[in-house]
């Protein structure tokens, strides 16, 4: 289903994004306006930097939810790490010295022991160690 937007739509939307702050909500807003102003999503992903297929979700997110459903979709966002750097280290120190050993280590053996150490149960195995690139 296409969701279209209107001229008028998308002038109250050039005008919210005077007061958004963060850069990701900004550029659905702009995605969503541009929609508005006769922009195809080809067009509107070269601009935005985002899938022509996005577009459309933006949209009906916009027109089920207004501003607010559009920038604020669900997710939690942010840091919700389990251990401090120094912790995580000590705690794949373990897997490390397993490894110089010749033992193979799976990621279920991993999160089996994350999973212990912080007494939660993940639901996917990919998700239990995000590395930080700053280390």
């Known amino acids: 289903m296409y969701y279209s937007i209107t ?21 659905k807003v702009l995605a969503v306006a541009l929609r508005g102003e006769g922009k195809k999503d ?28 559009l ?12 251990m401090s750097d120094e912790e995580e280290k000590e705690f794949l120190s373990q897997f490390e010295e397993m490894a110089k050993n010749g033992k193979i280590t799976t990621v279920a053996d991993i999160a089996k022991a994350y999973d212990e150490k912080v007494d939660k149960k993940h639901e996917s195995n990919s998700t239990v160690l995000t590395l930080n690139s700053k280390k």
């Open 7 to 27: 001229k008028e739509q998308a002038k109250e939307l050039r005008k919210s994004m005077e007061k958004i702050e963060k850069s990701s909500a900004y550029k």
């Open 42 to 69: 080809g067009e509107i992903a070269d601009i935005t930097g985002f899938h022509s297929d996005m577009i459309g979700r933006f949209a009906k997110r916009y027109k089920e939810g207004g501003l607010e459903g």
């Open 71 to 82: 920038i604020f979709d669900g997710r939690k966002g942010g840091n919700s790490r389990n």
